[in-house]
């Protein structure tokens, strides 16, 4: 009796791949249905129809003024006269090349200075006064001194991007290079493993899940730093078009501007999460799609 | 256990049938020709202190201790004993305060430095599994050996070869997580095996898992330890496990740490898990256990 009861727990013990109560660091993610999977696939469509819907019945029904909210189809008109515009290219262009410069630059830097710090507490003391007030200052605020600095082209807008990319990611790496694992550090050690081993079979796969999770948020920074820089200055990019749109008073337009950008933006979003997921397939975050 | 220590210069002091260590030892492994004592490890006058806030704390105190070449050494004690200390001083991972370990006569610290061609020797197993959860199972298995420079194709044959030992075969490509918590330590085994350690040092190594787990894990360990002749020094609270793996039970105090007996286990080998209802097994146990509970 005694002897079959243990076989059994035997068998679930050792067969199963599903983690048991002893393993505190698993996640049940491993259990959700196909059914929640799909879930956002059809709620998303189905909240962007809705979106339209309200839109449409503000605008037909209630009788808000067309200057205030063009219909969808006017909206849709305006985008179709953006694309007939042979200059949108070269404005898309310009911003992507923006979004994209300043993020680059974010990266390398944040990631430079995150680890640099993340390693060296004493100096990680010594600037966090010049971190906390930068942190803290509405960056966008400079804007018109890099413009002043660096004239109307496209690199003002490319630090401004940068600058404002720069934090999440550089805060994020400083936390992932302190989150190295101590029993994986007694693993290394124990097998005498060199600093380079160290580094690339510990210390990188530890960090790179913040790296990602600093760069998610960095490229919708990026993308609010060039469009805020186009705003204030310059006659090329999305961010420009917004506000010719708006000094004409054009207002299906504008909104078909909006769109676009928000697009784009979704676009650049999921090119860092599509990154993630090739790059740390093994990443809790990557499995239950957070 | 006792019966295999005749090794040579050149012959290794086993040769399990599916485990070829002659292909895969690196080639700067030197310890061999020292091995013609019969001894394992040494611990002369080791003491250790910790400097905390609250002032000095004498962890251990003039620990001795000789393990043979191929002995199963089982350390036991309450919490706080200074047992984890003693092993992670001869893991390499603490420097002791005075005192020198030698692993096969080579001092394993000089002048407070630890010797890292020593401590390649040792394979380790902690509490917790500690797998890379980046790495496969058999690339966790296979990362001392990718840390020697062993050739990828050399290192997976291997990795599977010792992923088939520990009872993980069809679970090479799967992540750590996707394991239970006696697979994630059968991992951790296979991976501090895949050196050929002289010497495997464990820290209770089952302490997280539930009791089944645990008397199986117990049984596969005798299995291992019988198959690879490996020297072994296991860290456990429990009394009953430290019986029934061990050739000598070593009973720690506390307060600071020190070695308060040394209790030689004459059961016959292999134990099943039967081993545990005889009388001379309950009397060790009991003795030792009255042990404990003298000190207070």
Known sequence: MTTSLDRDTDTRTDGDPAPRAVDADATPAEGESPWMRRLPWVSGPLMLLALVGVWQFAVSVVGVSEFILPAPAAVVGALGDLFADPEIGSHIGITLLEVLAGFGIALVVGIAVGATLGRIAWLQRAVQPALVALQVVPKVAFVPIFVIWFGFGPTSKIIMAALLAFFPIMLNVMLGVRSVDRGHRDVMRGLGASKWATFRDMELPTTLPYVFAGAEVAIVFSVIGAIVGEYLGGSQGLGYLVVSSLNALDAPRLFAVIVLLAVLGSLLYVAVTTTKKLVIPWHDSVRTGV | ???????????????????????????????????????????????????????DVHALSNIDLEVGRGEFVSLVGRSGCGKTTLLRVLSGLLAPTAGTVEAGERPAWVAGRRDDTVFAEFGLVFQEANLFP???????????????????????????????????????????RELSGGMRQRAAIARALACDPSVLLMDEPFGALDAM????????????????????????????????????????????????????????????????????????????????????
Request: charged share 25%.
């Open chain 2, 1 to 55: 256990m006792t019966t295999q220590q005749t090794p040579t210069a050149t012959t290794p002091t086993w040769t399990p049938p599916p485990v070829r260590r002659d292909e895969f030892d690196a080639p700067g492994d030197t310890a061999e020709p020292m091995g013609s004592r019969a001894v394992g490890l040494r611990v002369a006058g080791v003491d250790k202190t910790y400097a905390t806030r609250r002032g």
């Open chain 2, 213 to 296: 787990t645990r008397d199986r894990m117990n049984l596969e360990l005798q299995h291992i330890h019988a198959v690879s002749g490996t020297t072994v020094v296991f860290v456990t609270h429990s009394i009953s496990e430290a019986v029934f793996l061990a050739d000598r039970v070593v009973l720690l105090t506390p307060r600071p740490g020190r070695i308060r007996s040394v209790t030689p286990i004459d059961l016959p080998r292999p134990r099943s898990v039967e081993v545990e209802a005889t009388a001379e097994f309950g009397e060790l146990v009991v003795g030792l256990r009255r042990q404990l509970d003298e000190e207070d």
């Open chain 2, 134 to 176: 980046w790495f496969t199972v058999l690339d966790n298995v296979a990362l001392p050996l990718k840390l020697r420079g062993v050739s990828k194709a050399q290192r997976r044959t291997r990795a599977a070869e010792l992923c088939a030992t520990v009872g993980l075969s069809g679970f090479e490509d799967s992540y750590p």
